[in-house]
């Protein structure tokens, strides 16, 4: 199966597909990026879901590289996995976003999905470049066959997914 690789300049949340990763932190918050906009669009559940998880399990943050799948109602997904792709500072680099990115696209293809929407883990109030998280993504998607048909990585900022091919296709050369 040939993997469509679509870069979109848009609102992750409006683009079709059956999966979707959000970037989240390890105090497992929906403070903006991707999880702010599951908030304000009607995931308040999935905020409690968050919360809830941790005080079962006893817990104040979970570790970096930690992914969870999450509702997801009330949105139209069939899998939504958070994934925390950044330390407690905020720190990340190539080898963390890349690990994160795995265990998510492999959570969301064993719920049986042949799309997925990808944002630029640890990018935003996380401190890797838009490149790097390109280079990242270059070596998650290189590195098997994974059976998805589409993935789209999307991206709010032009700029920022100029970025993000930049760094993907420099790990081709």
Known sequence: MNLKLKFIHGDIL????EGLVCSGNVYLN?????NGALLV???????????QYLRDEGLKF???????E??????AFRSIVYSVAIDGWYDSNIALAAETLTSALSIIKSRGCTSVNIP??????????????GVALRRVLSAREWGFELVNVVERNAYGLEEIQEGYRG???
Request: hydrophobic residues 30%; without cysteine.
């Open 14 to 17: 409006d683009q079709p597909a």
């Open 30 to 34: 929906m403070s903006g990026g991707v």
């Open 41 to 51: 669009r009607g995931g308040e559940a999935l905020q409690r879901q968050l919360h």
């Open 62 to 68: 979970v570790p970096p590289g930690y992914v969870m």
């Open 70 to 75: 999450i509702g997801p109602e009330p949105f």
């Open 120 to 133: 630029a883990l640890a990018t935003g109030y996380g401190k890797l470049s838009k490149q790097d998280f």
């Open 171 to 173: 790990e081709q050369e």
